[in-house]
């Protein structure tokens, strides 16, 4: 576990504040931090073992309401080295559909479609600016993890929010991630 902390706290966080995705809303942040956080995890491992099936439940909770979402891994790509990681969520009535083809090697996001739309993978518009970082444990629904938490500022198109980000990529799949809080104009 330390080991991995520390190649966040030093390398890995230097892509935090250099993530580069094209968020379209608040609730998108946590494909950004995940992304960021994937390229942390890769150099650790040299690459994105995950498989065909694997997935998070997402359960979204706001003052005046929420939603639900899933993260999947869709397809392979043997010919490009890559996989589909869909991301989907349903906020308020309204849903969103990130889907990025992700290069197994170095965590690149070779395609990204948001809502049926193609976006530029490579623009960058957000600054994500860590505040804290450290070593703690968690309680979530599926038990009790020792995990990062990282506290920071994300810019994007003008607006700044906070987000809480609770993570442990050796024992949960995916991006790792447990929990998250996003701070936003709503609450």
Partial sequence: MKKIFALLA?????TLANASTVPTNTADMSYQVAKSVNTAIIQLANQLNW???DFHNIDIKMAFGGGTGTKTVTQDVPAEGAFWYVNEMSLFGQAQKT??????SDGKVLKLIVNGKEQDPNADDSNIEIIEQTETSVTVPAGKFDCFYLKANVTQQGQT???EAWINPVDVNLDGTLKMVI?????
């Avoid at 701070?183 to 609450?187: A, P, S």
């Fill in 10 to 14: 030093g390398a890995g966080l230097v």
């Fill in 161 to 163: 929010s906070q987000i």
């Fill in 51 to 53: 498989q065909v099936g």
């Fill in 183 to 187: 701070g936003t104009q709503f609450g």
């Fill in 99 to 104: 889907e990025a083809l992700m290069r197994r």
